[in-house]
């Protein structure tokens, strides 16, 4: 089981040679990484504002058109600064080469099990009261949004094995930046409906408005939390 | 058979010693009951606004013939027209075409009322709030103050038994004379006047109000209904005409709108056809009127100042007015003695409004008119008030009185009698305003302030009470005779204190309650302090209960409560999900995983029957009967509901199998017993559902016959057979095994392994099902009381309670697999205590009193007949609150096995089951202390009446429904607890 955490603060020390399997503790050197970070740091809350006051007029419409660029964001915010669960362990030979060629496979399948999982996603929502029969669309949007937020980076950065996946759901795997946005993203969303029941005939209301910048709101704040947490190896 | 070991090898020592201890356990429940029934006694009393109706009807007293009454002349026949939520300025004001919509369009009341002075005039007709056309119409007819409850009101609450103008119509013209047309409410207020039929021409024509985003339909059927009857003027003698559509124009668009605007020309032209029509008639008086006004968003219910402001339009083709100023503003109870004098008949008994000095007067300004109008109705409010005990004490309204009767005696000045009389009449309607329509706040908080000591008691006596180590009996032993004596002591101090005030009730009922909380705390010093460290779980059960209670902040989430909790109830489902994927035991995961989504679904499932209340229109629909506009129920519902009946035993055996107790008396009791008994709940409502089939009438008598006897049976069975027979046999599901094994110990010897074959005894005995002793015993009484409970609910609900067992054996399960019973005794009962409220929605209820389902006061009897009327509303009602009391023990002897020998141990099974019931009990008591406060603080609210007040009685109703069920689980407990002991000690 290999376990990657980017771990900026640990750049300036040199790369000590370790075992392979003492992977959770291995430093990597990513410069970019800092960068990269709180560029996705600023863009979120970008996207946020931008998502959330063009959202009441047409939520349906909005969620739409943005999904590319929210997966294109989440894209290259993982290729810049996720290595490659499977290439670190091999820690030999021309890694930065190899570990980019995979990162770009890794990223396209974490993809497209994100697409995939998003009907489960969608499931989840009405479990919790979304519409089952009306704002079917509203809702599958929703869930695909959250799956980018919250499924895609997990699914790049975190190993595809059983152990792992039950810990993620048990809140016992590690707190990496990705791991930490996708419970921001879980609790923004989960408090994204309170408002809703609220008689206030605001436009803002219309489902899936509020979740939808609870989501973004909450992965903000969750990137905000891993960031600082990084370089520690914490768990819940 | 279960006995397996003879009850004589207990010792009778421990045996009575076990007793005594489970008996006094019981005062623990029975306490924190008694404290929130006090508590809830004296916010009630401060909340609860309720007026005496007396029943006596109005006859015309001597006044009438004596020689100096002269009273204005009386019309044959009215036409009353009433515009819901017409306010004053939609008729009364006028603009310069741009202002508001709703200004210059409904605007012939005011030009005929500057152009024909005395024929015409327009009112500011001022409401008593609640602003709710029930209320309005109730006062509208009878002359009385509205209150939230009517005591003494009929059984179903909606019919006007007092003495009102349509009634002494009806008496006096006869039954046939009027014809309606418009809002229903009016025939569940007046039954009699839906037996308006002349010649075979029905004039009445009721309209559902149900629809609050229909604009037009019930104006549209009202308008082409009361043409026809204008024409046929001397078929009745009052026309009632109730149009809806601005009502549901202010709800849905708001009243500055272009479709309010579109609204009031329609009534406009309505009003101005109506005075054409009637114009060459001097026999016909219109009264075209508004039972309440808006608010800016369009809403009522509350007191502000656009609520309150309906208009009244007064007209006749006849000058029977003094013209008035335009803007005076008359009491909607007023319009009630006016009527009486107009229609010629009796003021109504109840009356305690004032005659219109302009209708009286009449366009000769004969002040002798008005004196006279003024003398019969103050003899009329004289003689209520003699009748009301609670006017002792007013002398000074008296005095007034006597001193206009004497003018009216002595002297001829007209105007000053009238004068007089109206100032008797002014007084006494204030006194009863500030005794009818005032909260006692110092009541309330009173109350509030038990609750919030009992709340703290509560959780104090939780966190020191540890079951587990203490004993119960010791616990109570110490404490109880400091409480009695802490109680006794308050209520002497509060008697003396409260005689001093002259507030008797309160500070006795305070003292009392105070008192024994004080007595609590100064024995809670004696004990040792226990410190357990507080569970994640124990958090997560106080945060459920802090976020349920917050919903009551809001008018919204009450409203939409079910959902919310539907909602909460998932989240704890996921919470349970994420616990079931940290269990290292791969085949205990799974299995917990499991259970968690099931828990999850149901959760999720238990939100979708419903019947929506009015403020959910329109995003909601109902769906727990056959149509949105019936009460009946849809065939497919009887289809699961014999669905279940097959089911859920197969349900509750796979839950016993998982510790092998589906044994000794269980295939019985729940294989066939509880199946039968389902099934037969299910032929009840098919028998139900036959009758209400027209085509059925024929046979409707037999029909009668044989649902009574089926429902009498089953109750008999399952609330008076069944437990009779747990108590006497206490039916253990275990059977034991007897295991010969010469065969063995002869295989031993040969193979010469000595050592086996001297420990193994030549017969073994094994227990199945031992491990669940106490669950399997406990569970079966549960289910009878279940079968009880999903008898007296509608098919939909009976199947929703069979969900909630489902749900509480999902929850049972998972609180094993996860040690939830050990770590947090109190998250568990929390959470059956919030699904108690989750099904209370999903059994066809809300927080509303039109949701009460009346029509099973007749599932046992024809006629009302206590006790059985009471126990089918109340299981109706509270079940799913009774059945989540009574599930509370399961939360300690799920899967629990009994210690042989050891009655120590016995005692601490009690004591565990008191510490859950105090779990549960938490959770009720801290969501009425959150509704009271919540109440207290919106008490001017403007949607006080419509949803914090009934949710506030929803909340004292569960809350003593589960600490009663408590009371009676934690006895059963006990009694299970002696069975078990008495079999294994």
């Not at chain 1, 960068?35 to 739409?64: E, G, M």
């Amino acid at each position: 089981m290999a376990r990657i955490k980017s771990t900026p603060r640990q750049i300036s020390t040199p790369s000590a040679p370790t075992s392979p399997i003492a992977v959770p503790h291995k430093p990597n050197t990513h410069y970019a990484e800092d960068v990269f970070t709180s560029s996705a740091l600023l863009a979120f809350p970008i996207v946020t504002v931008v998502l959330s006051s063009l959202l009441p007029s047409d939520p349906v419409k909005i969620l739409a058109y943005s999904l590319p660029l929210v997966a294109l964001i989440q894209a290259v915010n993982i290729l810049f600064t996720s290595p490659a669960p499977e290439q670190v362990s091999k820690s030999s030979g021309n890694k930065k080469k190899k570990q980019a060629k995979s990162t770009v496979s890794t990223t396209i399948l974490g993809l497209v099990l994100s697409i995939l999982l998003t009907p489960f996603i969608h499931l989840i929502y009405i479990l919790f009261g979304a519409p089952v029969t009306v704002s079917i669309p509203a809702t599958f949007l929703l869930s695909a949004h959250t799956a980018l937020l919250a499924l895609f980076p997990i699914l790049c950065t975190f190993p595809l094995d059983g152990v792992t996946w039950i810990n993620i759901v048990a809140l016992k795997a590690p707190l990496t930046p990705a791991y930490t946005a996708a419970l921001g993203t879980i609790a923004g969303a989960w408090l994204g409906a309170v408002p809703i029941p609220l008689d206030w005939d605001r436009e803002w209301q219309t489902w899936p408005v509020t979740v939808v910048f609870g989501a973004y709101v909450g992965n903000a704040v969750g990137r905000l939390v891993g960031a600082v947490l990084s370089g520690k190896e914490k768990k819940l | 058979m279960p006995r397996t070991i003879p009850a004589s090898s207990v010792p009778r020592a421990h045996k009575s010693q076990l007793k005594h201890a489970t008996r006094i356990s019981l005062l623990v429940p029975v306490w924190f009951l008694a404290l929130h029934l006090l508590a809830l006694v004296l916010f009630a009393l401060g909340f609860l606004l309720s007026r005496p109706v007396l029943p006596d009807i109005a006859v015309k007293s001597a006044s009438y013939s004596s020689p100096d009454v002269v009273l204005p002349r009386a019309f044959k026949r009215t036409v009353v027209i009433l515009i819901d939520a017409l306010r004053h300025d939609f008729i009364g004001s006028s603009g310069d075409g741009n202002e508001a919509y709703y200004l210059n369009a409904l605007t012939t009341p005011l030009m005929l009322s500057v152009s024909q002075p005395e024929h015409a005039a327009v009112f500011k007709f001022i409401a008593d709030p609640p602003t709710t056309t029930l209320q309005r119409l109730k006062a509208l007819t009878t002359g009385s103050l509205p209150t939230f409850i009517d005591a003494g009101s009929n059984f179903n609450g909606a019919e006007v038994t007092e003495d009102s103008w349509i009634g002494q119509v009806l008496s006096s013209r006869g039954d046939g004379r009027t014809a309606f047309a418009g809002d229903d409410t009016w025939l569940s207020l007046f039954p009699s006047l839906s037996h308006s039929t002349y010649e075979d021409n029905n004039l009445t024509f009721p309209y559902e109000s149900f629809n609050v985003w229909d604009l037009h339909t019930v104006d549209a059927g009202v308008t082409s209904h009361i043409w026809p009857i204008l024409e046929r003027r001397d078929d009745w003698d009052v026309l009632i005409a109730h149009y809806l559509g601005v009502d549901h124009a202010g709800h849905r668009f708001g009243p500055d709108t272009p479709q309010m605007k579109e609204k009031l020309l329609e009534m406009d032209a309505v009003v101005k056809n109506v005075v054409n029509a009637i114009k060459d008639d001097d026999e016909t008086l219109l009264v075209v009127l508004g039972d309440h006004g808006m608010d800016e968003k369009g809403d009522h219910g509350g007191d502000s100042k656009g609520e309150v402001e309906a208009g009244l339009f007064l007209y006749s083709s006849r000058p029977f007015l003094a013209p008035v100023d335009q803007a005076e503003a008359i009491n909607q109870i007023d319009l009630v003695p006016t009527l009486s004098f107009l229609l010629d008949i009796p003021v109504p008994f109840n009356n305690l409004g004032s005659p219109i000095a302009s209708a009286m007067l009449g366009p000769d300004r004969n002040f002798q008119k008005l004196a006279s109008a003024c003398r019969i109705v103050a003899e009329q409010i004289h003689g209520y008030r003699s009748q009301h005990p609670s006017f002792e004490g007013t002398a000074e309204v008296a005095k007034i009185y006597s001193a206009a009767s004497e003018a009216w005696n002595t002297s001829k000045d007209y105007e000053r009698i009238s004068e007089l009389y109206l100032a008797y009449q002014k007084q006494n309607l204030k006194t009863c305003r500030e005794m009818w329509a005032r909260f006692d706040v110092p009541s309330m908080i009173a109350g509030i302030v038990i609750f919030v000591a009992s709340f703290g008691t509560l959780i104090v006596f939780y966190a020191t009470f540890d079951g587990s180590v203490e004993c119960p009996s010791d616990y109570v032993n110490l404490l109880a005779p400091k409480i009695g004596l802490g109680g006794l002591t308050g209520l002497a101090v509060g008697a003396g204190l409260g005689y001093l005030q002259s507030r008797l009730v309160i500070a006795i009922v305070f003292g009392l309650a105070m008192g024994s909380i004080l007595g609590f705390v100064k024995g809670m010093h004696r004990l040792p302090s226990v410190k357990s460290p507080v569970s994640k779980w124990t958090v997560l059960a106080l945060l459920s209960i802090i976020l349920h209670g917050i919903l009551f902040a809001s008018n919204s989430y009450v409203v939409w409560e079910a959902r919310s909790l539907s909602f909460l109830l998932v989240s704890f489902g996921f919470t349970l999900l994420v616990a079931s994927f940290r269990l290292p035991d791969a085949k205990l995961r799974a299995a917990a995983v499991f259970h968690s989504l099931v828990f999850i679904i149901q959760s999720r499932v238990a939100e979708y029957p419903r019947v929506c209340r009015e403020e959910q229109l329109p995003f909601c629909t109902s769906n727990f009967y056959a149509s949105t506009a019936s009460s009946v129920s849809s065939l497919t519902a009887l289809i699961i509901l014999f669905g279940t009946a097959v089911t859920l035993p197969a349900i509750i055996r796979s839950f016993l199998r998982t510790s092998a107790s589906y044994e000794g008396s269980a295939p019985l009791w729940v294989g066939t017993g509880l199946r039968i008994v389902l099934l037969l709940v299910g032929l009840y409502w098919t028998l139900d559902y036959v009758e209400a089939d027209p085509n059925s009438h024929a046979h409707a008598e037999q029909l009668n016959t044989y649902k009574y006897v089926v429902s009498r049976i089953l109750l008999g069975v399952t609330v008076v057979g069944a437990p009779l027979a747990w108590f006497r046999g206490f039916p253990l599901c275990l059977r034991v095994e007897l295991t010969n094994n010469q065969q063995k110990i002869k295989q031993a010897v040969q193979n010469g392994d000595v050592h086996t074959a001297s420990k193994t005894s030549p017969v073994s005995v094994e227990i199945i099902g031992f491990g669940n002793t106490y669950g399997s015993l406990y569970l079966l009484l549960f289910v009878s009381i279940f079968a009880a409970v999903s008898l007296c609910m509608k098919p939909v609900g009976g199947i929703a309670m069979a969900g909630m067992v489902y749900q509480i054996l999902t929850l049972l399960e998972l609180g094993d697999v996860l040690d939830l019973f050990t770590i947090s005794p109190i998250v568990t009962p929390t959470v059956i205590a919030l699904m108690g409220t989750q099904y209370y929605f999903a059994t066809g209820h809300q927080a509303t009193l039109a949701s009460i389902q009346w029509d099973v006061a007749f599932l046992f009897t024809e006629s009302i007949r206590p006790p059985l009327t009471h126990i089918a509303l109340i299981f109706n009602t509270l079940g799913p609150f009774i059945l989540a009391g009574l599930a509370v023990p399961l939360t300690v002897f799920y899967k629990l096995s009994p210690s042989p020998r050891d009655f120590r141990a016995s005692e601490a099974i009690m004591g565990r089951v008191v510490r859950a019931g105090t779990g549960a009990m938490i959770y009720a008591g801290g969501l009425t202390l959150t509704s009271c406060i919540m109440t207290l603080i919106l008490r001017r609210h403007l949607m006080v009446w419509k949803i914090f007040a009934p949710r506030f009685m929803l909340a004292g109703a569960s809350v003593i429904a589960i600490d009663l069920a408590i009371v009676t689980s934690t006895f059963f407990a006990g009694k299970a607890i002696e069975g078990v002991y008495d079999v294994f000690g």
